[in-house]
């Protein structure tokens, strides 16, 4: 299970900053995104993967373990990033599309490469 979380994350990175090397700006939008998403999955790991544990620790149980209960700050964490990232990747577009209606072009550089 932990190899393909690790793989998810690690193909989410690869992509993303292979968008972020792209001439476009939509593309490095996508980049940003998918960096982003890269990043939210390696915190929610962070926060352990367990199933059927409760989120917080329950001292009716007797037994008090860490081993107990899952961390929920990383959720919160996340939940938080998935909120900022979105008004993020919207304030982004709308000032990329004011852009391309200035310059005429969605190139990084602002203009298109001689060919």
Known sequence: MES???????VLAGSGVWLL???????????LTLLSYAANLFIFGMGRLAMH?????????????????????????V?????IGFATTAL?????????GV???????GREPLP
């Open 4 to 10: 393909v979380y690790a793989l998810a994350i690690g």
């Open 21 to 31: 090397l792209r001439p476009r700006t939509f593309q490095v939008l996508l980049g």
């Open 53 to 77: 544990m409760a989120p917080i620790i329950d001292s009716t149980t007797g037994a008090v373990t860490v081993s107990n209960y899952t961390d929920p700050v990383p959720q919160a964490l």
């Open 79 to 83: 939940l938080t990033a998935i909120v």
């Open 92 to 100: 982004l577009l709308v000032v990329l599309l004011a852009l391309r």
């Open 103 to 109: 310059t005429g072009t969605d190139h990084v550089d």
